[in-house]
């Protein structure tokens, strides 16, 4: 038998079934389980080596408990920390350029530009407070 392939039992060697599909930002991950020891495993498309789910109870012998399908929280807070740096950097580029288009091509001096976008922060603050209310 292969000990390359992915798709069979890393304990009975019997193929897995596809349960399930998991379409994502970052890939496609594939869920399987194996009909004869009901163990089911996570496949990652950038990682094509399945990894155990965290509600699974036994694990391989080569394989560390840390190493469930669910990432840990300090994972999660890079992640985080990764789309809050992403955001404010498109906000800093968004920015820029809508302040050389107003300014070149509307002809208004940045001198305006600047106390029109200090202005409408108190104002943007003020909109999202009352919205806030609202909801509740």
Known sequence: MNEDRID???????????????????????????????MAFAENGRNPRPKMLASSVLLAANQEPGMSGMPDKLEQLHL??????????????????????????????????RTAALLGVPATIFSIFLLRRRRR
Do not use: W
């Open 8 to 38: 069979d039992c890393s304990y009975c060697r019997a193929p897995l079934e596809i349960i399930a599909l998991k379409f994502g930002f970052r890939g496609t991950k594939i869920i399987a389980s194996c009909p004869n020891c009901a």
């Open 80 to 113: 985080r920390a990764k789309y809050v740096i992403g955001f404010l950097l498109a906000a800093v580029i968004t920015a820029a350029i809508l302040r050389h288009a107003i300014h070149m091509y509307g002809g208004v001096p940045p001198a305006q530009i």
